[in-house]
Nanobody, 127 residues
């Protein structure tokens, strides 16, 4: 069983930055594939970024085209924490952001590939 708790959301202006954190329980965090997703009102949950192990302490990051170059996913295995650094935020980034965890395996953009989810944290970007 894995428990995920997101934090760091808030209300910011366009062009500002935020860093989301996802604290994870469990002893296999370093090996687990992790992802960030978001869901805006009336829309389906969409992929933002994923972070999967490709070897000892080596990870592969994958991004949605809409956030590539602005968002950075990373993790601190000593703290069992996943991060999403969001720079140059835009109003269209407004959504509830979810952290998700899956076992080992290739990177995935599909929510169905992830077994555990956090409760979400709201990010609102004003113009």
């Amino acid at each position: 069983q894995v428990q995920l708790v997101e934090s760091g959301g808030g209300l910011v202006q366009a062009g500002d930055s935020l860093r989301l954190s996802c604290a994870a329980s469990g002893r296999t965090f370093s090996a687990n594939g992790m992802g960030w997703f978001r869901q805006a009102p009336g829309k389906e949950r969409e992929f933002v970024a994923s972070h999967v192990s490709i070897g000892r302490n080596t990870y592969y990051a994958n991004y949605a085209d809409s956030v590539k170059g602005r968002f950075t996913i990373s993790r601190d295995n000593a703290k069992n924490t996943l991060y999403l650094q969001m720079d140059n935020l835009k109003p269209e980034d407004t959504a509830v952001y979810f952290c998700a965890s899956r076992g080992s395996g290739p990177a995935s953009r599909s929510p169905a590939s992830y077994s555990y989810w956090g409760q979400g944290t709201q990010v609102t970007v004003s113009s």
